[in-house]
């Protein structure tokens, strides 16, 4: 029983759905330190949702909204913490959840497909029934993507990534959101748009700003999209990490 008055419950119930998801066969051993990395820059912005990076959560749902395929490509980690979050979204906008795994096993790909059939997300891609294609220049469990997913997608979500895939499907022309606490990760330095906040918040923030612009005209969005700028974004980040040791 995890004590509700502890300073730190929070973090323990994140903990605990990380352990839970190990446990039944979901994260990748390795997922655990990847959550323990992401505490400690969750540590050094504040854990809290920056004015930075609420701006870049409006980008990022402009994105989805002017988008002709998005695709949302999940992971063991995001599974663990966000499952709900990515049925809705996938819900909300009526785009594919594709499975992509860095230590793939035919065991977690169906712990984890188990997970959203049961969160009933209508096009469930990546599975071991899914016809596949690999990414070009990249090698790797991650390379081989669906057809009718990531492969036709013009705008990829690939939250909590390793560094290898970003750079790989920009030079395809697509575009990249991703969700890093780490401003100075490969993928957050290579994609498209970078929010540097904790999948925990980020993904209901993401689903809030989309239906703030839902009925928006596509022109508006496009204009704050064209204003948006990774780097500026990715250098605000770090400057509120600099901040808090002032
Ligand atoms: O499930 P698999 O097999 O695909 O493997 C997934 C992991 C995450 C193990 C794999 O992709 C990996 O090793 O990733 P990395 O290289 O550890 O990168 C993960 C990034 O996510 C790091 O930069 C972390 O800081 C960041 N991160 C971790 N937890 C969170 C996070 N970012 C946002 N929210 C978090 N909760």
Known sequence: MLNKDHPRYQSLVYRDKIVKAHKQGILADSGMIAHGRGETFDYLIGEKTTP??????????????????????????????????????????????????????????????????????????????????????????????????????????????????AEKLSALNKNIINIDLNPLSRTAQTSTVTIVDNIVRAMPAIITSINKYIDYDKKNLQEKIDNFDNKINLNNAIQDIIKRFE
Do not use: H, M, W
């Open 52 to 165: 930075n990076s609420q701006n870049t959560i409006d980008i990022a749902a402009c994105y989805f909204l002017t988008s002709k395929n998005p695709v949302l490509s999940v992971n063991g980690n995001t599974t663990a913490l966000v499952s709900k979050e990515v049925a809705e979204l996938s819900k909300l906008l009526d785009i594919p959840v594709e499975i992509n795994l860095y230590y793939r096993t035919p065991e977690r790909i169906r712990n984890i497909e188990k997970v959203y059939n049961n969160l009933g997300v209508k096009e469930l891609l990546g599975t071991d029934d899914d016809d596949f294609i690999d990414t070009p220049n990249l090698n790797g469990p991650r390379s081989p993507v669906s057809i009718e997913g990531i492969r036709k997608a013009d705008l990829v979500f690939i939250p909590l990534e390793d560094g290898d895939r």
